[in-house]
């Protein structure tokens, strides 16, 4: 009788002790959502922003998340968004990977926060992930927003759809639309995302008036369009773009063209009407534009009225303090990177400098093979820090706010650091500080690179500067138009 007292009471407190363990609900527009403690921080994962996009709702605009009854767990990520997934590929190891299963029932999104009170008004990071508008996910190891939170920000991470279920166009899909526009799906969960974040993220002890949106790749080119859409104005006060600011947007591609994209592949897959179209499992269409159709943002003319160029020509954008930049290597996945013979690089400068070639030719030297693939590193570099440069020019023409950029330089440690270099995607776990979610041989240079780098990121998110606490001072393109900021294995302009 002993023995089964003691250990009944011993269960007891046990168990008591774990509900105390558990963070207090809070109360969001939908209903009570239920998170977990991880390492000093609460986290909501799997969190609906928008109803289920499937069935009728498939190719339409996100509608409001369904209300719930009691509490709703938050403890698990969900499904990503349709796509191809893979374990690893080139220079993205496992931890730069979407985790999990796939389903159309993707709409999620997660929170980190050390907030003890809804007061606190932390400032709040939305970051939307990469994956070239054919795949990507808010659940991906290096996107872990718990360093980030300790420090003293309300991180969020997004799903939205992708490929052909997050941006097919198609005359039908136009004409059951009430702004006469199909195509930008995934974009539009953007907004539905900042919408939700808006309304609800003062519950998690964040500042609904300090969103910053941030992403890298297809996220950074994510943020370039929000920056350019009527519809996020007022959503967010800053912006980051990691590898995505191009000189020129282009006239990207009409909605028309989009279309006709679009019936070209409902002909191929054998479906003679929308309704088909919706009555097919979403793997027979990931199957059927794997490869062959290229599913990406439009000139809808209702996200974006007007191509991103002229949009930023008329000063319509949303003025808004960006940082943005590129890592050194970014084409380095790419095998034939630094890899042309001098003679076919000889022709390629001469095709692209024309009557300067003589001048960039010294600057370059491409005498020998060897020595041409130096060189082609070199200008691959040099003409991502003047493709930054023609930017923040043609922003600096309309845009009043601040500007900063950067070029991140530093290898990762490992088996393939002289292989890919600083690859595209390998500034993440540094900004994030979150080397120990990577299986790599991390230096203490590593470690005091990500303390510093994720300091200037939390500065800029929570100020719109990034300097401050003793770093090093960045300047903005308003202080020095011609300087930008080194970050890596050298920190300075």
Not at 245 to 254: L, T, Y
Not at 301 to 321: V, Y
Not at 345 to 372: M, R, V
Request: charge should be negative.
């Amino acid at each position: 009788m002993k023995i089964l007292f003691f250990s009944t009471t011993v269960f007891v407190m046990l168990t008591g002790f774990a509900i105390a363990q558990q963070p207090t609900p809070v109360k969001v527009e939908e209903g009570l959502l239920q998170g977990t403690f991880e390492n000093g921080v609460t986290v909501y994962k799997g969190v609906p922003f928008a109803a289920p996009p499937v069935g009728d709702l498939r190719w339409r605009a996100p509608r409001p998340p369904k209300p719930w009854e009691g509490f709703r767990k938050a403890d698990k990520f969900s499904a990503n968004p349709i796509q191809v997934m893979v374990k690893e590929l080139g220079p993205w190891t496992a931890e730069y990977q979407p985790q999990g299963e796939v389903s159309e029932d993707c709409l999620y999104l997660n929170i980190w926060t050390a907030a003890k009170s809804p007061d606190e008004k932390r400032p709040v990071v939305m970051y939307i992930p990469g994956g070239a508008f054919t795949g990507g996910s808010g659940n991906v190891p290096v996107y872990n927003g718990e360093n980030l939170a300790k420090k003293g920000l309300v991180v969020v991470t997004i799903n939205y759809r992708v490929g052909v279920i997050g941006f097919l166009a198609l005359p039908e899909l136009t004409k059951e639309s009430e702004h006469n526009s199909s195509g930008n799906y995934g974009l539009l969960d953007q907004i539905a995302a900042l919408e939700w974040i808006k309304r609800n993220i003062s519950v998690f002890g964040g500042d609904p008036d300090q969103v910053t949106i941030m992403g890298q790749s297809a996220g950074a080119a994510s943020v370039n369009y929000l920056t350019a859409s009527p519809l996020a104005k007022g959503l967010f006060i800053r912006a980051i773009a990691q590898s995505g600011s191009n000189a020129f947007m282009g006239p990207g591609i009409s909605l028309s063209s989009a279309e006709q994209t679009g019936v070209m592949f409902a002909k191929n897959i054998g479906a003679t009407s929308l309704a088909e179209l919706r009555a097919m499992t979403a793997d027979e269409l990931l199957s059927a534009s794997n490869n062959k159709y290229r599913f990406s943002p439009i000139v809808d003319g209702w996200f974006l009225p007007r191509s991103g160029d002229e949009i930023f020509a008329e000063g319509k954008q949303n003025d808004i303090t960006t940082l943005t930049g590129w890592v050194k290597d970014e084409g380095s996945f790419n095998n034939n990177y630094g890899k042309i013979p001098a003679k076919e690089f000889q022709e390629q400068l001469k095709q692209q400098a024309g009557e300067y070639f003589d001048a960039i030719i010294k600057l370059y030297p491409a005498s020998t093979d060897a020595e041409a693939y130096e060189s082609q590193k070199e200008f691959a570099s040099d003409m991502r820090l003047v493709s930054t440069y023609k930017w923040t020019m043609k922003r600096e023409q309309t845009g009043k706010t601040d500007m900063y950029t950067y070029i991140f330089t530093h290898q990762e440690p490992g088996a393939t650091k002289e292989r890919y270099l600083a690859f595209h995607s390998s500034e993440l776990p540094y900004i994030f500080d979150n080397l120990s979610w990577s299986p790599r041989p991390w230096t203490e240079e590593d470690k005091k690179i990500a303390e510093i780098m994720s300091d200037y990121w939390v500065n800029f998110i929570s100020t719109g500067d990034p300097n401050g606490n003793g770093l090093d001072e960045r300047f903005s393109v308003k202080e020095k138009p011609k300087e930008t900021m080194e970050l890596g294995d050298r920190m300075g302009s």
